[in-house]
């Protein structure tokens, strides 16, 4: 067995480019918001081999972690392996891993592995457009369709495209959610850099009443797929059933430009996005988060976590900004 692991080569745009998850621009701007190193490594038997995107983490005292999906789970995405090669590719990994300076490989995937231990709630839902998005709506329960008109009938317009204002009014709602939340927000010049490099892979959608942009959502988008990546809804309209129809304004996005899946992006099982996303999905699946060795969380841990959300939703939004420019990057 052989593992080598160099770092991603510069990168040359090419119209043969796929998903953005995969594309050199992209894992450049995700890992320099993470302070990640973005690197290929190659891994061979005398069987088969592989090569796969990573990213890599050195910490304290030279300590180095290597990433499969930091970010989104798709950035851990191994071409051509399929799901029963998965778990032996990280089994062989992590094997060969231990005789270099790694001492800890962590992964993110959609694939179960039954020997290791999940450490997140995850669940990614979709919306597979078939047989049609008229066919959609009338599998749609009666309230559901009514909770999506509501807003219509305050005059709810949508606008989708990519320019610098709409980025400015995703970024408020955004930046405002994540206060309410008690999350951390990355900054604006992350979402910056991905507009201006990644124009071809991405799609921000923004909707109004009476002028005011009250919901919007970034958007990743490829010939088969549109991927809900982050969204932002106002304090105030929360109750109007803006997102949800921000949602299903989206998949008629999806049927109008001829793609054949709304993914809905990632939840946290039980959670208010993850129960309104569940009111138009119609496939779901587990993303597993998983540590080799795999730490048991402490107590002290979990605390801070707790009040470091509890001091971002009750102070200004200044000192969200503040803790996101210092803490953010522990949380790929």
Known sequence: ???????????????????????????????????????????????????IPAFLRTQWLGKQT???????????????????????????????LAATRINTLEVR?????????????KVELNLDIQPSVDAIWQKLSSN??????????????????????????????????LHDLGSLPHPKAFFTDLMQQCSQYMQIFVGYIDGIPVVSSVNFVSQTEVYGA?????????????FLAMLWQMVEYCGASGRNTYNLGRSSAGSNPHQFKLKLANRSHKIYYYKIPTPQPSSAHSKVQGAAS??????????MDGLSRALLHKFY
């Open 1 to 51: 067995m052989s593992i080598t692991i160099t770092p991603d080569p510069p990168y040359k745009p090419s119209p043969l480019d796929g998903e953005i998850f995969l594309n050199p621009a992209f894992r450049a701007i995700l890992a320099r918001e993470f302070r990640l190193q973005p690197v290929q490594v190659q891994l061979a038997t005398t069987e088969r081999g592989w090569t």
């Open 66 to 96: 290597l990433i499969l999906g930091a970010g989104f789970d798709k950035t851990g995405m191994i071409p051509d392996t399929g799901a029963d090669d998965y778990g032996l590719m990280i089994a062989t990994l992590a094997q060969e």
């Open 109 to 121: 995937t959609a694939q179960h592995i039954p020997y290791l231990n999940d450490t997140a709630d």
């Open 144 to 177: 559901t369709r009514k909770n999506i008109r509501r807003p219509l009938k305050m005059g709810f317009t949508s606008v989708v495209g990519l320019n610098p204002q709409l980025l400015d009014e995703f970024y408020q709602l955004y930046r405002m959610s």
């Open 230 to 242: 982050w969204s932002g809804i106002h304090s105030d309209y929360k109750k109007h059933n803006v």
């Open 310 to 319: 509890w001091l971002i939703r009750n102070t200004p939004k200044i000192v």
